[in-house]
């Protein structure tokens, strides 16, 4: 839900784009824009693939003629919110724009993108350290890079400006030497990968006059500039001196160019709200949803934060739920400090806000081969604890609540707030349900079942500052499944409600938003795949999904008449980007993937899985040998816990096609084999190196259809 | 579009089967389960009107009744309506067209309707897409199948309203009744309804009365409205409080001048207004001091204190533990219900020895339990007893010891240590009336500023009652001073006072006394009438008549609803179920004729008391039974076009400043005092009126009398 003022306005969607890298420097493909939806096929330009019919069409295909992954672009298109169109349409070419005091029709659209690589000049990654604010002796990457040097530690490729049709250039690169005008900063060659650029924009025009942006980014290219013995090596998950990548992120502002119906000037419109792109890696297994993604946490963030949605949480009065106008400080400030609740009386929907949760753990056995000795745990099938057709009944008026038993028992193993460093439930109230226990057996018939879930990596399992072990879900994912526990959810397919009239946002862009954000990890953030724990902090939004722009970096975001500011190339002379940091500001180019591991490949290849030590709560790593301490040693405890299989696979199945005649018919069966993903790359600091230069030849994990039979996922395109 | 359903042969088609026809005809081939209950509309009407989908409540329930069991007193409603079995022996909310010649032709049944319930109905909401059907959470209702019109959902909006009917008969007419009615040969019954609530549906004045004879449904109302006002004390921001009106009146009360009586009108119409936002129909009772009962019994002595107690406790009261009379509805009682929370939570069971009695104070109660339980578990219970005890009687007061003084050796005074120690009696009825008797507002009501004095009514009998009922505590030990035993009662001192309730209808009396003593006295105002009142958002002007107020004071009043649409000749009351203390103790009588329909032709009305027999040729002279005369001039034939005789039909606007319209139904008071005495000298004990037309010429009584009501109304 968000207020809609009646006034005109225009917003970029989706709000945070997500670009990936590939090493093809041709080929791509757009981002997917539902949750585990697949991307969508695309020419060399970005021009989406469709069908008779006229509708995208999504690709399995991840590499190129020649191998080499594509890189995933993110497309952005400009929505209308007027009077006319409360829930918002894409502006097209001729659209009427209600400019400031103007208006005219839409000649053309100016998009502005900044992106950078502020990782190698930023503090090292520790952690949860420096979340709220970094100590004073926090050590920085590079250290040994002092004063203003540390200013070439920043990745710079400048501003580039592009327009939809004829008011100038159509495409421009972030690349070396290829930006007149602006002051640019790269690093000196690399071994064993240089960077020589960020990626590239361009504008693509739909047969519906659409003007969209293209955006892609590196080619994942990794180096460090430390060339001498043993150097260049990768000694740290995340950070390593001398390293640098094209990883990047930055803002995108756009104008819409109009001609004023009075004077048949050119003018502009601001788009109001800017959206921001962030450049991640591959996603290797797309189909395969992480247990929190980033949307589960900027939408918790949002309703906890940002009054999203007052008739879920809020301070009471569920029945007129208020309006909080998340850009009026004072406003918001205040609901902040207020005593706030869930609305019990908040019933979810299942398949769109319940059964997408509990599925995601069964999906993660084609990306792990953990789950298929764990005893068929999650199956949804018939007879599993999941069981779809038992866990999807609400108690119904006049019959006893029978599958009760079912959800309170999964909802029971949830790690609860408080609860980040406990392996095994501990709850005093703990009490599993009735069909669970034996006569005579009581709490001890439960004690399998023992350990809290999910059973996936924390923000901390490493040190003894700040632990957080083990992962838990957000406080709105916890409170939707208490509900769902208790009876309290709708099963929409038995009340006659289409998906298409369940809790649709009150802007139709708002789909576009969460939907993309639905395929990056929310968590753990160690540091994190797309983003580091930054996307989780209320300071760096504007307002619910939107980044914050620091206005310095944009190029005059005020409506003026066209030829006086023609994009970056006049009146546009920014400050150097700030190797610090200013939240009030507003974020700069490469601000939000600064924290992640420098080269991302090391923390990549490492996060797979992880002995986590649960001996004592608070710590993370126990010294027994000084001085020496043989009970506590005998006593210790260790977990061998899964990162995020669904971001970077373990264990992949791999399919075989054998054609065999039988009684002189051609016959076509399937064999399959689980074996490691990242094969002939251990996860050591010298595979971490290794990942460097073979991560383009992994393969990509995607859904089978020929074979109901085999394994739903399995590998393809390995480079052998 | 549903359409009109045509009556077809047999039973005709009632209003819910219109509405479930709409609501099937939107659902189409729908599935839809609603959390099991399948088509909810078409279950039985009894379940249909309880169903809950995912919490909201589908057909919005009737407001709550208020549970009088916590005070030990029988249920009632915040808006109660009789069932009503015969349309022409009850009022009607609707005014019947004008040209109705017989009230019961075809009209249907009235029944309870309630504004607004359709509208705040789940299913109402959920058929127009309101939040949350509007597709934020829930997408509208019926689910799976189409939108039902603006007019068929008004429909079943207006259904719900008039309290979703199960079967809408045409009324089998009645006709004998209906005729024996506008005849006299039956009488209209007495209204069971409190008659704040009729006042409160014909916006008439509300009537505070005296709170010796408030009723059961009364007494249970206030005790809850000033319970959910004592219940937002957790909330200190939030001025519907009760502590926050305590605390106003410590902080802003004017007293010793000329503001004192208008300043405490408009707080108590404030505090008041607070009281009606939690019932409608409550108002503050008043304490009239000087009554027989509070005087004969000021200081009873030990023995009769000890009727009061079980058997079982032998020792006698101690003098100082006696308190004075208060009125009966503030005073301290156990139930047995609160007994049985108190044992449940340790207190010993012998506390149960306290249920049934009466106590003036916490002072006589806590004497008896300590008797009962010891002195020791009674310190340890003592708190967790006064929370109860103010759970079942929050009118009741801890720190309240009315005529507990004390000489500097603890000896109880009685009035002779208020006497002594503030130089004041309690009030007795010639002081009042002596009071009455000034002639100037100085003196009366209080000195201007430049000039400040008291007013006589402020000096005595307002302060001493105020001492008198705050009091002095025995317990209280200066050297261990405990923050539950203080020295005075909280009315002893202004800062104070407020928090008491006792302190509302003693001010009640108070502004009583004024409005008595300015219909005496009219046109006698204070110096500065434009001077603002500190702390409220009034003037003294605003504060010179409690008419504007809405609310006037009687000891109590007897209501008979009758149809305005019914023509009659003559009214006959059934006996009034006067009690013999109101007819005792009342100085003036009044008979009220409500919305009397202006007739067209000129009549006369003749009243006559228990005398039901009485026509037009019962003697009016020397007829002790004669109580009065009424005429009426009629309009004559209408000389405009149609609707010239119509008075403004829909609600009159606060807009409209017209005068008011020749038609437009008037009200009638007749001073019957004289005819009650002579009737209750010669030993009535109860009270029936007749009204006789007395046509203009005709010998045969002409059916002219219309109107919505009659009461009889005792002041004191």
């Not at chain 1, 005059?556 to 066209?562: A, E, F, G, K, Y």
């Not at chain 1, 399937?670 to 996860?683: E, K, L, T």
């Not at chain 2, 240590?417 to 000034?438: C, E, W």
Request: charged residues 20%; aromatic residues 10%.
């Amino acid at each position: 839900m968000q207020a809609n003022d009646l006034t005109t306005k225009y917003k970029i969607h989706p709000a945070i784009g997500i670009a990936r890298v590939g090493d093809s420097p041709t080929d791509i493909y757009l981002a997917p824009e539902t949750e585990g939806g697949l991307p969508i096929a695309c020419d060399e330009q970005g021009n989406a693939t469709l069908d008779a019919k006229g509708q995208e069409q999504t690709t399995s295909n991840f590499k190129d003629s020649s191998n080499r992954v594509k890189r995933q672009a993110a497309r952005f298109q400009i929505y209308v919110y007027d009077e006319k169109n409360p829930h918002g349409r894409e502006l097209q070419v001729g659209d009427i724009i209600q400019g400031e005091g103007t208006s005219g029709k839409l000649v053309d659209i100016e998009w502005t993108v900044w992106m950078a690589n502020k990782k190698s000049s930023w503090y090292q990654f520790a952690q949860l350290e420096g979340e709220h604010g970094y100590a004073p002796d926090h050590p920085l990457r590079n250290a040994d890079v002092q004063g203003t040097d540390r200013q070439k530690l920043i990745i710079d490729p400048g501003a580039q400006t592009v327009y939809g049709m004829k008011q100038g250039q159509q495409s421009a690169s972030f690349t070396q030497g290829e930006n007149e005008g602006q002051s640019q900063n790269f690093p000196p060659p690399l071994i064993p990968n240089s960077i020589t650029s960020l990626g590239a924009i361009n504008t693509i025009q739909t047969k519906d006059k659409n003007i969209r942006l293209i955006v892609r980014g590196g080619l994942g290219n990794s180096g460090s500039y430390k060339q001498e013995f043993p150097q260049p090596k990768i000694s740290h998950y995340a950070n390593n001196e001398g390293w640098f990548d094209d990883i990047s992120d930055g803002p995108v502002t756009a104008k819409l160019i109009y001609q004023d119906d009075l004077d048949h000037q050119l003018r502009y419109q601001v788009v109001h709200d800017p959206a921001w792109v962030i450049v991640g890696y591959p996603s290797f297994a797309p189909q395969i949803v992480d247990m929190i993604t980033i949307d589960d946490l900027v939408y918790d963030l949002s309703v906890r934060q940002f009054a999203y949605n007052t008739y879920l949480y809020g301070r009471g009065n569920f029945d007129t739920p208020e309006k909080i106008n998340p850009e009026d400080t004072d406003a918001l400030d205040f609901w902040r400090d207020s005593p706030k609740t869930y609305n019990p009386d908040y019933y979810p929907y299942f398949y769109k806000e319940i059964w997408p949760i509990l599925t995601r753990p069964y999906y993660m056995q084609y990306t792990t081969s953990v789950l298929a000795t764990s005893n068929d745990a999650h199956e949804i099938g018939a007879r599993g604890d999941f069981d779809e057709s038992l866990v999807s009944q609400p108690p119904k008026h006049g019959e006893r609540d029978v599958y009760k038993s079912m959800r309170i028992f999964i909802y029971e193993a949830l790690r609860r707030p408080g609860e980040e460093n406990q392996l095994l439930i501990t709850r005093p109230d703990y009490n599993l349900s009735p069909r669970r226990e034996r006569p005579g057996q009581g709490q001890q018939s439960a004690d399998y079942m023992k350990e809290l879930m999910p059973l996936l990596c924390g923000d901390n399992p490493l040190t003894n500052t700040l632990p957080s072990k083990f992962l838990r879900l957000t406080d709105t994912q916890l409170f939707l499944l208490k509900q769902w526990a208790e009876g309290k959810f709708i099963n929409e397919k038995q009340e006659d409600i289409l998906d298409s009239q369940v809790e649709q946002p009150v802007e139709k862009g708002v789909l576009l938003d969460r939907g993309v954000l639905a395929n990056g990890l929310g968590g753990a953030f160690c540091p994190g795949a797309e983003v580091a724990w930054i996307i989780r902090n209320p300071a760096i939004y504007s307002k619910p999904y939107r980044i914050k722009i620091d206005g310095d970096y944009v190029p005059n975001l005020t409506s003026r008449t066209v030829k006086t500011t023609p994009g970056v190339t006049a009146l546009f002379s920014p400050p150097e980007l700030s190797t610090d940091n200013g939240f009030d500001q507003g974020m700069q180019p490469g601000d939000l993937t600064k924290y992640s591991a420098v080269p991302w490949q090391s923390d990549f290849n490492e996060c797979s899985d992880q002995y986590i030590d649960y001996t004592y709560d608070q710590w993370n790593v126990l010294y027994p040998d000084s001085p020496p301490d043989a009970p506590l040693k005998s006593q210790q405890k260790t977990k061998q816990t899964l990162w995020w299989p669904s971001h970077r696979p373990m264990q992949v199945w791999q399919q075989f096609v054998n054609h065999t005649k039988e009684k002189g018919k051609n016959v076509t069966t399937y064999s399959y084999d689980q074996v490691d993903w990242a094969r002939g790359i251990p996860a050591t600091k010298a595979g971490d190196y290794k990942m460097v230069t073979e991560w383009a030849k992994l393969g990509f994990v995607v859904k089978q259809d020929v074979d109901p039979t085999g394994p739903a996922y399995v590998e393809t395109e390995a480079d052998e | 579009m549903a359409t009109k359903q045509k009556k077809g042969p047999g039973k005709p088609k009632s209003r819910l089967d219109h509405v479930r026809a709409i609501l099937n005809k939107a659902a189409g081939d729908s599935t839809a389960d609603y959390q099991g209950y399948g088509r909810f509309w078409d279950l039985p009407l009894k379940e249909f009107l309880e169903v809950s989908i995912y919490s909201i409540r589908m057909i919005a329930p009737l407001p709550e009744p208020i549970d009088c069991s916590t005070f030990g007193m029988q249920e009632t409603t915040t808006n109660a309506a009789p069932e009503s079995n015969s349309c022409c022996g009850n009022k009607e909310t609707q005014p019947p067209p004008a040209s109705s010649s017989d009230c019961c032709s075809g009209a249907d049944t009235p029944t309870t309707t309630t504004p607004g319930r359709g509208a705040k109905s789940g299913l109402i909401i959920g058929l127009k897409g309101e939040f949350p059907f509007d597709g934020s959470h829930f997408p509208l209702l019926p689910w799976g199948g189409t939108q039902v019109s603006a007019e068929d959902i008004l429909y079943i909006s207006n259904w719900i309203d008039d309290g979703c009917p199960d079967e809408d008969h045409q009324v089998a007419v009645d006709k004998q009744k209906s005729e024996a009615l506008a005849t006299g040969q039956e009488a209209h019954v007495v209204s069971d309804r409190p008659t704040n609530v009729i006042k409160n549906e014909s916006d008439g004045l509300k009537q505070r009365k005296n709170i010796e004879f408030l009723t059961e449904d009364e007494i249970c109302k206030f005790r809850y409205a000033i319970q959910e006002l004592l219940s937002l004390d957790k909330f200190p921001l939030d001025n519907r409080n009760y502590t926050y009106w305590g605390r106003l009146h410590g902080d802003e009360c004017q007293h010793g001048w000329e503001q004192f009586l208008t300043w405490h009108r408009m707080f108590l119409y404030e505090f008041e207004q607070r009281l009606q936002d939690v019932v409608p129909d409550v108002t503050l009772p008043y304490w009239n001091w000087p009554m027989d009962m509070y005087l004969k019994g000021f200081l009873p002595p030990q023995k009769e204190v000890m009727k009061n107690f079980s058997k079982k406790i032998k020792k006698k009261i101690p003098r100082e533990m006696v308190s004075g009379v208060i009125p009966t509805i503030l005073r301290c009682y156990l139930t047995e219900e609160a007994a049985k929370r108190l044992v449940a939570q340790g207190v010993p069971a012998s506390i149960s020895e306290m249920v049934g009695f009466q106590y003036n104070s916490g002072l006589e109660f806590f004497w008896g339990v300590e008797q009962l339980i010891g002195k020791q578990a009674l310190a340890q219970h003592k708190l967790a007893i006064r929370a109860e005890l103010l759970k079942v009687n929050p009118l009741w007061y801890p720190y309240r010891y009315p005529a507990n003084f004390y000489d500097a050796n603890g000896k109880a005074l009685g009035e002779a240590g208020m006497q002594s120690k503030f130089n004041h009696h309690y009030p007795r009825t010639k002081d009042v009336a002596q009071i009455l008797q000034v002639s100037n507002w100085t003196d009366f009501g209080g000195g201007p500023q430049y000039d400040a004095s008291y007013g006589v009514l402020d000096m005595n009998p307002h302060n001493t009652i105020h001492i008198w009922s705050g009091g002095f505590n025995p317990n209280f030990d200066p050297n261990n001073p405990d923050p539950n035993e203080p020295q005075f009662g909280d009315m002893l001192n202004n800062l104070t006072a407020g928090y008491d309730p006792i302190f509302w209808p003693h001010h009640s009396n108070v502004d009583r006394l004024f409005n008595r003593w300015q219909e005496l006295h009219p046109g006698l105002d204070p110096a500065d009438t434009t001077a603002s009142l500190s702390g409220l958002d009034y003037t003294v002007k605003d504060a010179l008549t409690i008419k504007r107020l809405g609310y006037e004071y009687v000891i109590g009043s007897y209501y008979v609803e009758t149809n305005q649409g019914m023509k009659m000749s003559k009214f006959n009351s059934t006996k009034l179920g006067t009690s013999s203390m109101m007819l005792a103790n009342h100085l003036k009588a009044e008979l009220r004729l409500h919305n009397v329909i202006q007739p067209s032709v000129s009549y006369g009305l003749r009243v006559f008391i228990n005398q039901p027999d009485a026509d037009s040729k019962t003697p009016v002279t020397d007829n002790p039974n004669y109580a009065g005369f009424v005429s009426f001039f009629g309009h004559g034939d209408c000389i405009g076009g149609p609707g010239h005789c119509d008075p403004p039909k829909n609600n009159p606007s606060r807009f409209d400043f017209r005068s008011m319209h020749h038609n437009t139904p008037r009200n009638v008071k007749l001073d019957v005092t004289d005819a009650v005495k002579k009737l209750v000298d010669k030993g009535a004990n109860d009270l029936q009126i007749s009204l006789v037309v007395i046509g203009p010429g005709s010998e045969v009584a002409p059916k002219l009398l219309q109107m919505n009501g009659l009461s009889m109304n005792f002041s004191d």
